[in-house]
């Protein structure tokens, strides 16, 4: 699937951009809209192609993706000795370091090789005889290895932490949305960073600060370490001219968050400020019935209200999306509204007027699904 080469500029490769099932397709959008070439959603992502440089590029800029795994080979195999002999043919020489430490992680599925432990031995002992590099199960360099069908793909996990982990939330209230699944519900909400947006359940501020970063051009991987840092194909200067371009715009609205919780909005207003866009968001203690459209134009409100089978019982629950429906329909006119629910009878209890919906997403051990609105009459 690649071909080796010395320096990244020279690779071209397909590069797999993971995505929680359900949300391939917004994912899809925002890498096209990124400018990445060949972008194709799959099953569980998007694939792109191109070298080391547009690794990075992804692991820095795009919001949606969870993780970003360089294909380095891909090739039919029916048994250990087999699978023995292709992966000494692998280029680990041109990507691995013999002074950084790597872990394997293999998954087998409707395959003669069945044997995940036996399969990451193959792996392992590749490397070491090509690379010599030390093996060590907590190692942050992650090679992964499928076998689907017969079919190996060897993939190299660029990223290291999930995505999801911007480098500036030190707090998170229970049941928190991961970053980049809210990052994907705002563009599936039409969210291009040009309206103000309101989370009248902020918890901590993920729907906020991950707007006002949006309307700020604020890249998402600006505060973190990535894993391709322990590359052999690594540039430490060309990544540094990469990383200092400076995209920040000063933002046409405001974002707000509220919560009844003083530590929800405590945790909220110390996220935004870790984030560097505390000057364009407001954070303020209230209850739905105490919310209140901003001055202005009009925008979105999005918010992931407690669940039936997470916070409280659904009966309370009922009564609280009725009050969220109300409270919007009376003071939101011309907003449009997301809702994040898993269960269709809570999101109606709210009587919005909502749109068709897209294909539930599992969030936390829960399938959650996306429920919009156009601007409310």
Not at 331 to 348: E, H, K, P
Request: with cysteine.
């Amino acid at each position: 699937m690649t071909r080796s080469a010395k320096t990244p500029k020279d690779q071209n490769f397909e590069i797999f951009l993971a995505a929680l099932p359900g949300l391939e397709h917004a994912l899809h959008a925002e890498v096209r809209g990124k400018g990445f070439k060949l972008a194709k959603p799959v099953p569980g992502g998007v694939t792109i192609r191109g070298g080391w440089p547009e690794v990075w590029r992804a692991n820095l800029w795009l919001r949606g993706a969870g993780r970003v795994l360089a294909r380095l080979d891909g090739f039919n195999v029916q048994h250990l000795a087999q699978l023995d002999a292709r992966a000494r043919h692998v280029p680990w020489a041109s990507v691995l370091r013999r002074d950084v430490p790597f872990r394997v992680e293999a998954t087998c599925a409707a395959s003669r090789i069945y044997h995940s432990g036996a399969a990451e031995e193959r792996i392992v002992k590749s490397i070491q005889e090509a690379v010599g590099a030390p093996h060590d199960d907590e190692a942050e360099l992650t090679i992964r290895v499928r076998i689907e069908q017969d079919f190996c793909t060897i993939s190299l996990d660029t990223s290291g932490e999930l995505l999801h982990k911007r480098g500036y939330k030190e707090a998170v209230n229970r049941a928190p949305m991961r970053e980049t699944m809210a990052a994907l519900f705002l563009q599936q909400c039409g969210y291009d960073g040009s309206e103000p947006v309101l989370d009248p359940m902020c918890g901590s501020g993920t729907f906020v600060i991950e707007a006002a970063e949006i309307a700020c051009r604020l890249n998402p991987g600006r505060f973190r370490h990535f894993a391709f840092e322990q590359l052999a194909t690594f540039d430490p200067e060309a990544w540094q001219d990469m990383r200092e371009v400076k995209s920040r715009r000063v933002p046409t609205a405001r974002f707000y968050g509220s919560d009844r919780d003083a530590g929800a909005i405590a945790m909220g207003v110390a996220n935004a400020e870790r984030a560097g866009v505390a000057d364009c968001t407001e954070f303020r203690q209230a209850t739905i019935s105490e919310i209140t459209a901003p001055e202005g134009p009009p925008g979105l409100v999005i918010v992931n209200p407690p669940y039936g089978s997470r916070i409280g019982d659904k009966q309370k629950l009922t009564a609280l999306y009725a009050a969220l429906g109300q409270t919007l329909k009376s003071r939101f006119t011309g907003w449009r509204v997301g809702l994040i629910a898993n269960d269709a009878s809570l999101a109606q209890a709210t009587r919005l007027p909502f749109l068709p919906t897209e294909a539930p997403v599992p969030h936390g051990g829960l399938r959650v699904t996306l429920y919009r609105t156009a601007p409310l009459v």
